[in-house]
């Protein structure tokens, strides 16, 4: 049983998000994710990037590390690989993941880095004032596209699925419960863990009361091995599926295999290194 809660995990820093942004429920149910799994603050480390949601790392009681636009995923993986033994959260918005760092989401993917990656999309750059982002409606008309954009919205599921990420999850910031399972079961997971949270903005593109209407849970009989199920699943316009799309945990991990080459060559691990040359 968990000695944790999920306010063990709170930093003393206030959230400076708007009032009723989905971000905040995304805050609550990974500290309340950390809880349940019982993890220790100082074994955590969370790796953002930049824009509106990649404030978290000052919002927890673990270590951090606010980097640069759209490279939480490499900052993720040197700390990954650095010592394995850690749980290590890469965390950022649309703008951030799906644009100037969409990049790595392919390598991380391959790689099957033991790292949860959550994006959460609220399709619009809410920290710049709300221009169009990659994940926006086609069509929508902000300052910066006064006559509508033209470009068709990118699909981050069947993305991921496409590059054959062994865990693909969509959740909803409005769904607390089943947002708290999605992230501990990606935590868990021994390789690379997609998670897109529907997480609105409420000042540029408010779009809870849309979400609420269209999502739904994936269907009980969904086998989450069977990736082109998955992607019929992620296919779907009408609905917006809810819940885990894709989990293989046959494939090992990056730092896992590293472990086994390093072994191989030199039987110390990498913990063990550090602490003889930190005497």
């Given amino acids: 049983m968990s000695t ?9 820093v206030k959230p400076i998000w708007c009032p009723g942004c989905g971000d905040y ?3 609550n149910a990974l500290m309340r ?25 000052a919002f927890l009681n673990t270590f951090g590390i606010h980097g640069v ?19 290590v959260v890469a965390v950022g918005g649309d703008g951030d993941g799906f644009s100037i760092g969409g990049g790595h989401i392919p390598h991380a993917a391959r790689r099957n880095v033991e790292i949860p990656y959550i994006v959460m999309d ?26 509508g954009t033209v470009e068709a919205p990118l699909n981050p599921i069947m993305m991921a699925l496409a590059y054959e990420a062994t865990f693909v999850a969509r959740t909803f910031s409005g769904k607390l419960k089943e947002m708290v399972e999605i992230f501990m079961a990606a935590i ?20 809870y009361a849309h979400y609420r209407e269209i999502t739904a849970p994936i269907p009980e ?30 494939r090992p991990g990056y730092s896992r295999r590293f472990q086994e080459i390093q072994s191989a060559v030199h039987p110390m691990t ?5 602490d003889r040359y930190q005497r």
């Fill in 33 to 57: 994710a950390f809880a349940e799994l019982d993890i220790p603050q100082d074994t955590i480390v969370v790796a953002s990037g930049i824009g509106c949601s990649s404030r978290f790392p």
């Fill in 69 to 87: 636009h759209g490279r939480p995923l490499p900052l993720a993986t040197g700390i990954k690989m650095a010592n394995p033994e850690l749980t």
């Fill in 25 to 27: 429920a995304v805050l």
């Fill in 122 to 147: 609220n399709s619009i750059y809410g920290m710049t004032k709300g221009q169009a982002s990659p994940t926006s409606p086609e069509g929508i008309k902000r300052k910066a596209s006064p006559y």
């Fill in 270 to 274: 990498v913990p063990e290194v550090m």
């Fill in 221 to 250: 009989d969904h086998d989450p091995t069977d990736l082109l199920a998955a992607m019929r699943l992620a296919q779907a316009t009408e609905t917006l599926y809810l819940g885990i799309f894709r989990c293989m945990a046959d």
């Fill in 188 to 207: 868990q997971h021994p390789g690379f863990a997609f998670v897109q949270v529907l997480s609105p903005c409420v000042s540029f593109l408010d779009t």
């Fill in 4 to 12: 944790r809660k999920a306010k063990d995990y709170k930093s003393e």
